[in-house]
């Protein structure tokens, strides 16, 4: 999976320097701490970093306001852009459910005003595009090329391993 690095309001610049991501603020908010409450009238960067690939940071940007999202990625090393400003067909109630092998796995929102998450959405980080979609089942983890998820039942929950690059089962 993937692990949550640290939430921030911007305006900021990241200086991405030998696998640590240092933070510069700008705009006279060098004294905002990363661990105060988030100024709501900012777009909020959420940054998380492949695990198995250490050279890359995925960038998932929401305008508070408007609710859009958009998504990065970036090389650490060089600073080069794989995608940037990146937005799928769904342009709000969407998200980053994990970064695993080069590949992320996006969510959708069962309702716009509710935090339960429905759908895979598989998009290679090389050919930049969506390699396969599931909308029966919820993204639980990835491990081992494989991605576990599971269909909610009524008073139950189904689970499924799906191979990460088809969707197969």
Not at 2 to 22: D, G, T, V
């Amino acid at each position: 999976g993937c692990k949550e690095i640290f939430r921030l309001p911007i305006p900021i610049h990241l200086l991405l320097i030998s696998n640590i991501i240092s933070i510069i603020m700008l705009n006279d908010y060098f004294s905002y701490l990363l661990m105060g409450e988030l100024m709501k009238e900012f777009i909020e960067f959420i940054v998380k970093q492949l695990v198995d690939s250490p050279d890359k940071v995925v960038i998932e940007e929401r305008d508070v306001k408007t609710k859009e999202v958009f998504f990065s990625c970036v090389e650490i090393e060089s600073g080069k852009k794989i995608f940037n400003q990146l937005q799928l067909e769904e342009k709000n109630w969407i998200g980053i459910e994990s970064v695993c092998n080069d590949m992320i796995f996006f969510h959708t929102y069962v309702k716009p005003d509710m935090p339960a998450h429905k759908s895979i959405i598989a998009f290679d980080i090389h050919s930049k595009s969506i390699i396969w979609q599931n909308d029966n089942c919820v993204f639980s983890f990835a491990y081992d090329d494989k991605v576990y998820c599971y269909q909610q039942k009524f008073e139950s929950r189904t689970f499924f391993a799906l191979d990460y690059l088809t969707g197969i089962v």
